[in-house]
């Protein structure tokens, strides 16, 4: 698919002045939509970490794989906050190249990534963007593009992934899960990847450490949590409870991985993955 370079509009209060962490992973994932100040950003991140671009890379496989089996699960609504710029492998044509009656809502608050997936998305149906920030739970579940195009009353897998260290307050995160973890039908699922130095390698540890240094001179700086807190904030909560899916929690490069896929094991980040269970 060709999509032409983003031209900045006024009207869309695009910040060039920062590099933007959705337009970062755009250029690491080999993409055309970012701005110079982003890939001198992406560069120095290359340089001090060469193998970042893999763990970009192992991420997105990662989200492609754990939305199939979400699919063949029987799900067919998908809810994604903080989608980024939908190319490489979007939700959208994974879920229909699985049923064309699938339904997926972007969520995304840069506005560079939704001016591209409106573009994107134009004349595809079942899929809408929403330019909302995730952390007002009220206003995405809310807003025509989610519950214009999602039915609550059948199951959606709500996914995160590669932004929940941009919610820095670990309260808001864990109230925020539970509004969306419970907004749908039963048999709702969670996916989430989410960055952590609790890891085995040192390097690994090393390297996200020193990406959230990095990211905090950003328009977001991000924050990595260790597995017990994420545990705490998104699969055990006191009105329900993730059932997580084989493997656990593990890294997202060892989430059932696949032959040919970055990966193994140096992500550095956790991936969860569940079925929601209230508790009676
Ligand atoms: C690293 S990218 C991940 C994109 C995609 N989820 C993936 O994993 O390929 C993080 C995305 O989250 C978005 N984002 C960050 N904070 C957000 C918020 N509070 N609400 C909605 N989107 C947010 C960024 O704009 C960016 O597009």
């Given at each position: 698919m060709t999509v032409p370079e983003p031209l900045p509009d006024p009207a869309d209060e695009i910040d060039l002045t920062l590099p933007n962490p959705a337009r970062v992973y755009d250029y690491m994932l080999g993409g055309a939509h970012n701005f110079a100040t982003d890939r001198e950003f992406a560069e120095r991140v290359l340089a001090a970490l060469p193998d970042t671009r893999e763990l970009a890379l192992a991420n997105r496989a990662f989200l492609g794989r754990a939305v199939r089996v979400c699919l063949d699960r029987g799900l067919r609504q998908f809810l994604d906050l903080g989608s980024g710029i939908p190319t490489a492998e979007p939700v959208h044509e994974i879920a229909h190249r699985a049923d064309p009656a699938a339904r997926v809502a972007y969520v995304d608050v840069e506005p560079v990534s939704v001016a591209m997936s409106r573009q994107i998305l134009t004349g595809?149906?079942?899929?809408?963007?929403?330019?909302?920030?995730?952390?007002?739970?009220?206003?995405?579940?809310?807003?025509?593009?989610?519950?214009?195009?999602?039915?609550?009353?059948?199951?959606?897998?709500?996914?995160?992934?590669?932004?929940?260290?941009?919610?820095?307050?670990?309260?808001?995160?864990g109230v925020l899960f539970d509004r969306y973890a419970t907004a749908f039908g039963p048999g709702s699922m969670l996916v989430v990847s989410h960055g952590s130095t609790d890891v085995d390698d040192p390097h690994t540890a090393e390297r996200m450490r020193t990406i959230e240094r990095l990211t905090r001179d950003t328009a977001q700086p991000a924050r990595s949590r260790d597995r017990a807190l994420l545990r705490r904030l998104l699969v055990d909560r006191p009105g329900h409870r993730l059932e997580l899916l084989e493997p656990g929690l593990v890294d997202v490069s060892d989430w059932r991985a696949e032959d040919g896929q970055p990966g193994a094991g140096r992500a550095g980040m956790y991936a969860v993955v569940g079925e929601v269970v209230p508790r009676r």
């Open positions: 595809v149906d079942g899929a809408s963007i929403t330019a909302a920030d995730l952390t007002d739970a009220e206003a995405v579940l809310a807003a025509p593009g989610v519950a214009g195009l999602l039915d609550p009353a059948e199951p959606v897998a709500v996914l995160a992934v590669s932004v929940l260290h941009f919610v820095r307050d670990d309260d808001l995160l």
